[in-house]
């Protein structure tokens, strides 16, 4: 550009700070910047902001909250989006209180916090285990008059199941359906984890049926978890029938879905269906992996079943599927564990 004779401006210059952002280069970013200012191009509130972003998504709050400072000597008013940025970034640090005091002290200056900036500090509240101040927040929202969307209904569920107030989390959701905003998969899922790691299945598959009648379709995690919750109950019968249904009808299951159902099946010593579905897994169009196969193996070598095991164990290898050393028996298990929570899900949204 500047070859050409085409001298850069403030939005040329943003862009390219995005840009580096984007990518983690930081440095060339704040380069940039200075670069700017030498050359007598005034950096807007977007370019802060841009900056400030990229900061506290690194973690580097401090660096941010010296960004904020330059920009307010340089007569620069700070919008919603920079605080959110900023507020999201202390509490990435566990800075709950300088976070709370950015979110004040942006309505003192006139700005008007909207569901975004709710959504960051009911994210933070809850993350540091904060559920009161959460409520209140979320309430707090309602009397603006600001309408809670899917992201703060399901992040405060996500937060009060993790400290075992399923009962709240489930009115919640009763009043997430009844103010029109439906719930997700995410939602649904976080509570029916937190209701089967609570032992209260039956209240996990009773919620089950209502997302049926309410005409949702369960996807693989929801079954996942009703599964894996009966099968740690010692409930085999009610996950049998619970996966031979959803089988039939032709709900989404995976390779995961049937390993749960395997492991189960194997802690209760019923070799032959175990491995009966292990056949079928492949009929219905899924390839066994390396924890379909060990789970049974290391189950019948428990057992003494060797023959059988070495049989299988032949089979896993012909597949061309890695084996994984001697590994004790446990470790099948905690790897399926680890699958299971893999599957079902992580971070309530990157949008709070």
């Known amino acids: 550009m500047i070859a050409m004779g085409i001298s850069p401006d403030v939005v040329s210059f943003n862009s390219l700070i995005h840009g580096f952002c984007c990518v983690h ?37 401090v660096e941010a909250q010296k960004m904020l400072d330059m920009l307010l000597e340089r007569g620069l008013k700070p919008n919603v989006v920079t605080y959110c940025a900023i507020i999201n970034g202390h509490f990435m640090r566990n800075e709950v209180m300088k976070a709370r005091e950015l979110f004040d002290g ?51 569920i996500d937060g009060l199941c993790k400290v075992g107030r399923t009962s709240c989390a489930q009115n919640l959701l009763d009043d997430m359906y009844y103010s029109g905003q439906p719930p997700n998969v995410i939602s649904y899922s976080t509570l029916l984890d937190s209701l089967c790691k609570a032992q209260h299945l039956d209240k996990a598959i009773a919620l089950f049926r209502e997302l049926l009648d309410k005409g949702i379709s369960p996807d693989v995690r929801m079954c996942s978890i009703i599964l894996n919750g009966s099968c740690k109950a010692g409930r085999l019968k009610t996950a049998k ?54 789970t049974i193996v290391r189950a019948l070598l428990a057992r003494n079943e ?14 061309g599927l890695p084996e994984r050393g001697n590994q004790d028996f446990e470790s099948v298990e905690a790897n399926l564990e680890k699958s299971f929570f893999l599957l079902k899900g992580q971070s309530v949204s990157s949008d709070v």
């Not at 959803?246 to 209760?268: A, F, P, Q, S």
């Open 25 to 61: 280069q930081l440095e060339e970013a704040t380069r940039l910047l200075n670069e700017m200012i030498e050359g007598n191009i005034k950096p807007d509130i977007y370019t802060f902001t841009i900056l400030i972003d990229a900061l506290c998504k690194e973690g580097r709050a």
């Open 106 to 156: 942006m309505k003192m200056r006139g700005l008007i916090p909207n569901v975004r900036s709710y959504n960051i500090m009911i994210n933070g509240y809850c993350k540091n285990k904060l559920l009161d101040e959460a409520i209140a927040l979320f309430e707090d929202m309602r009397k603006k008059g600001l309408v809670p969307n899917t992201v703060s209904y399901t992040t405060l």
């Open 241 to 294: 029938e619970f996966f031979h249904h959803h089988v039939i009808n032709r709900h989404r299951l995976d390779t995961w879905t049937y390993n749960i159902m395997i492991n189960g099946l194997c802690k209760e010593g019923m070799f032959d269906e175990a491995i009966s579905l292990l056949s079928k897994m492949k009929g219905n169009g899924f390839s066994p992996n390396a924890v379909s196969y060990e």
């Open 306 to 319: 060797n023959e059988q095991a070495k049989r299988l164990r032949r089979e896993m290898i012909s597949q």
